[in-house]
């Protein structure tokens, strides 16, 4: 800024609070500071897709000209310098492998720009692995038995249990709530399915697709034991 502009104009400042309307807020005697923009700036953009029980697929957005990166990651709440390091990547993306499933996780990134400038370090971003029967791509694989007497049952606790809603992929049947599993099964060639419950629920529903994000091939039920 010139002294002209630091002292003789005014300013709007744009306010967004989460995406949402904000009642904004007011200065009193602000300081305006002139600054040279950073030589290395921060990588923005930061995320995590493709993430699974035990993998995530990492991916930031350079903001300048740096072709290196400085990535490290750990459980959610780590201290920056004890969790993984890994330098020097020459892509703005890395998939993690051998994660724990249903842990949170967090990354920052920094910029490498050569000649000893880096940029300050960006993040943290947090995410979460699949646990088992949290979605569909994660669903618990059961077996189907010939005779439902002498089968051994599988437990859930729906205490526990995930937001099956929370990436739209089951909107009309919940055991409790929102909250339940995915499962999986090889239906016969011949023959039907029979899905029994029993339990301290008092109800819940079930609603059965031909795939992950398929068609539904059931009717959406919610009994009553």
């Known amino acids: 800024f010139t002294s002209n502009q630091l002292a003789n104009f005014r300013y709007r400042i ?6 949402s309307w904000g009642y904004g807020y007011c200065f009193t005697s602000p300081v305006l500071s002139s600054m040279a923009p950073p030589t290395c700036p921060d990588p923005v953009d930061l995320n995590a897709s493709n993430i699974t029980e035990t993998t995530a697929d990492l991916q930031w957005t350079e903001n300048g000209t740096a072709n290196l990166w400085n990535l490290e990651w750990g459980a959610t709440g780590f201290t920056l310098g004890t969790g993984t390091i890994v330098s020097g990547l020459t892509t703005t993306n890395y998939v993690l492998t051998g994660l724990s499933q249903g842990v949170s996780y967090e990354f920052y990134i920094q910029a490498d720009c050569g000649g000893s400038d880096t940029s300050n370090i960006a993040g943290p971003y947090n995410f979460i692995t699949n646990a088992p029967g949290s979605n569909c791509n994660s669903a618990f694989n059961l077996p189907i038995n010939a005779d439902c007497n002498s089968a051994t049952p599988t437990s859930f606790d729906f205490n526990v249990a995930t937001d099956i809603d929370a990436n739209n992929e089951n909107p009309t049947c919940d055991g409790v709530g929102n909250y339940g ?3 999986s099964f090889q239906a016969p060639a011949i023959g039907s399915v029979v899905i029994r419950f029993s ?13 992950c994000g398929g068609n539904s091939v059931s009717t959406c039920s919610n009994n009553s034991f």
Not at 199 to 211: M, P, Q, R, T
Request: glycine share 14%.
């Open 14 to 19: 744009y306010y967004q609070d989460n995406t």
């Open 181 to 183: 599993y995915f499962i």
């Open 199 to 211: 339990g301290g629920a008092n109800s819940i529903g079930l609603e059965v697709y031909d795939s």
